[in-house]
């Protein structure tokens, strides 16, 4: 009998080898366990409801062939299912391949990452585009490469996830300010003597819907020589006059030093993301940003959705002035019917609710009536401060905004949110 052949004859019928410790597992399950069930009795579980179509501002979701209408992803201009973006997404996966199994610097560079890369450097006006396979990962990227222990960043209190655990992964000196609190924030730039001084916030932060005082933060940073890095994650391609930004609507243009955003939102919904800013700090995070070195490199049919989103950006702003028409419409409205909206005029119309049953139970209910929006809750968001956070595109119509907003008055006036 051959070798291989005998091997197979002793092997047959074999139970599969334990590689765990059932001691260590049933500790692991109950500890596990017992969490997920307070998570659940607090009313704060988030379950994972099933899409079935495309993302669009009409969608199915399993268990149901009844089109809903979406309120709640960040397809801010409604580019997720763009036919021309899919068809030239198409056209490159037949061209390209599916990907390239590679970083970038061993082979896993094309001509059309390279073009991608230059496309956002000219919407952003800057000098340099370095690309990640997210925005989590060009935040998680940055402040370790280019910060040491002589340097200091200021980071506003409530910046995303990322921004935060990219700033615990650098050894300089790390300071959080009160959020959007200027005079906080002058305070301990004036009080450092660090090398390098890094102001790190978000444009728009995401739970809220408000906008960081860039202009005034730029001014900070003038006084202290310091530097400004933003999160253009819920601003890029469709926030100011013509979508370039916090820095645009704030009349700021080009006075940021450092800007990370995605691709993955506005911008075709699909992955990827960015930093762009001077030459010679993206030739560095080539050098020395662990993500970017560590991490595959975005396949092609993702690299075609930026290219196209990227044209379209570049030859009109028409989506972005209907995005900000279609918010000033659902704002308005909603105020006026007697809910609290947070945040200032942008896409992002958190409804406050503050008990985080009541923003589950209110969800499930505008569910009924044909509206998808989700419940938001700790530790997603304060305790206390549960909301149901709309985010408005440019693909939705008018009418389908007004369905949205009789919904909303339908279920408030049930749960007695309002009268």
């Known amino acids: 009998m051959p070798a291989f052949s005998k091997i197979l004859?002793?092997?047959?019928?074999?139970?599969p080898m334990r590689q765990y410790s059932a001691a260590a597992q049933s500790q692991l399950r109950e500890l596990l366990g017992k969490q997920l069930s307070g998570i659940k009795e607090a009313g704060t579980f988030k379950a994972e409801r099933i899409i079935t179509s495309s993302q669009s501002t009409q969608i199915t979701v399993q268990g149901s062939d009844q089109?809903?209408?979406?309120?709640?992803?960040?397809?801010?201009?409604?580019?997720?299912?763009?036919?021309?973006?899919?068809?030239?997404s198409q056209q490159l996966l037949g061209k390209y391949g599916a990907g390239l199994s590679s970083v970038r610097f061993i082979c896993g560079t094309q001509d059309i990452h390279k073009q991608l890369e230059q496309k956002i450097s000219q919407f952003h006006g800057r000098e340099d585009t370095i690309l990640y396979a997210s925005c989590f990962d060009a935040n998680a990227g940055i402040f370790e490469a280019i910060l040491t222990p002589e340097d200091a960043v200021f980071s506003d209190e409530l910046n995303h996830a990322s921004i935060i655990d990219g700033i615990r992964l650098c050894r300089a000196k790390k300071q959080r300010y009160k959020h959007r609190d200027l005079a906080d924030l002058e305070q301990q730039l004036r009080s450092t003597d660090a090398r390098l001084k890094l102001i790190a916030t978000d444009g728009v932060f995401s739970m809220d819907g408000n906008i960081?005082?860039?202009?005034?933060?730029?001014?900070?940073?003038k006084k202290y020589d310091a530097l400004v890095f933003v999160d253009e994650c819920h601003a890029t391609?469709?926030?100011g006059a013509t979508g370039r930004g916090t820095e645009e609507y704030d009349?700021?243009?080009?006075?940021?030093?450092?800007?990370?955003?995605?691709?993955?939102?506005?911008?075709?919904?699909?992955?990827?993301?960015?930093?762009?800013?001077?030459?010679?700090?993206?030739?560095?995070?080539?050098?020395?940003?662990?993500?970017?070195?560590?991490?595959?490199?975005?396949?092609?049919?993702?690299?075609?959705v930026g290219l196209k989103v990227m044209d379209m950006l570049l030859s009109s702003s028409e989506l972005s002035q209907r995005v900000q028409s279609n918010t000033q419409r659902f704002r308005q409205a909603m105020t006026?019917?007697?809910?609290?909206?947070?945040?200032?005029?942008?896409?992002?119309?958190?409804?406050?609710?503050?008990?985080?049953?009541?923003?589950?139970?209110?969800?499930?209910?505008?569910?009924?009536?044909?509206?998808?929006?989700?419940?938001?809750s700790y530790p997603v968001v304060p305790q206390g401060k549960a909301r149901i956070r709309v985010q408005i595109s440019a693909a939705h119509t008018e009418s389908e905004i007004d369905q949205a907003i009789q919904a909303f008055i339908e279920v408030g006036r049930s749960l007695k949110v309002i009268k």
């Open 9 to 15: 004859s002793l092997t047959a019928g074999r139970q």
């Open 251 to 304: 009349n700021v243009m080009g006075e940021v030093d450092i800007i990370n955003s995605t691709l993955g939102k506005a911008l075709g919904g699909a992955s990827g993301g960015y930093t762009t800013g001077p030459t010679e700090l993206i030739s560095f995070l080539r050098q020395k940003s662990r993500p970017y070195l560590f991490s595959n490199t975005l396949p092609p049919a993702v690299v075609a």
């Open 336 to 376: 006026k019917a007697g809910f609290t909206i947070a945040g200032e005029n942008h896409p992002i119309c958190p409804v406050m609710l503050g008990d985080a049953r009541l923003a589950s139970s209110f969800a499930d209910e505008m569910l009924t009536r044909g509206i998808y929006v989700i419940g938001f």
């Open 237 to 239: 391609g469709f926030f």
């Open 67 to 88: 089109k809903i209408l979406n309120f709640c992803a960040n397809n801010y201009l409604g580019l997720a299912n763009n036919p021309e973006i899919v068809q030239y």
């Open 212 to 221: 960081a005082p860039l202009a005034r933060i730029v001014e900070l940073a």
